[in-house]
């Protein structure tokens, strides 16, 4: 049987070790393949801004029933990482998709748009609002159309 001496050394000998442990791995580096990444400091950074390449698309004369793709490509153009929080089609026959992740400073990215003409006549006008972490927290992206009813 251990010594009430040799029980108390080994708790205080596990515990040391322990926070050794705990603070070796809580650094700011981190190692990944062999190369090192050191995680920026955005605060005093200009805020996030984004810049679409065209806020407006005209997919012209379209037959009812197609489905037509297209992007809108952007670019942040400010200091801080952009975050996209949200994006809503107008109508359900706009279906979107967006990054979700954060596009750093100086990166682009893009936002999907699926447009169906199913059930849809003559002049199509529908909006897309994209809420992000800028000033103005919404921008408003519009799609057009004229949906032909017969080829």
């Known amino acids: 049987m251990m010594s009430n001496e040799k029980i108390v050394f080994l708790n205080k000998y596990f515990i040391v070790i322990s926070v050794i442990l705990f603070l070796s791995s809580c650094g700011e580096k981190k190692e990944n393949s062999g190369k090192i990444s ?28 197609e489905i037509i793709e297209t992007d809108y490509s952007f670019t942040n153009t400010g200091g801080k990482p952009l975050m996209i929080l949200a994006v809503k089609a107008s109508c359900g026959c706009t279906d979107v998709t967006y990054e979700k ?6 990166e ?6 699926i447009f169906d003409s199913n ?3 003559n002049n199509q006008y529908k909006t897309i609002k994209v809420k992000t972490n800028t000033k103005p927290e ?9 949906v032909k009813f017969d080829n």
Do not use: W
């Open 38 to 65: 050191i995680k920026k400091d955005y605060t005093n950074s200009a805020p996030a801004k984004i810049e679409f390449e065209e806020k407006a698309k005209d997919l012209g004369t379209i037959y009812r029933g």
């Open 101 to 106: 992740t954060p596009i750093l400073p100086g």
């Open 119 to 121: 059930g849809l006549i």
């Open 138 to 146: 919404e921008t408003k992206l519009i799609l057009a159309a004229f």
């Open 108 to 113: 682009q990215g893009k936002i999907k748009i």
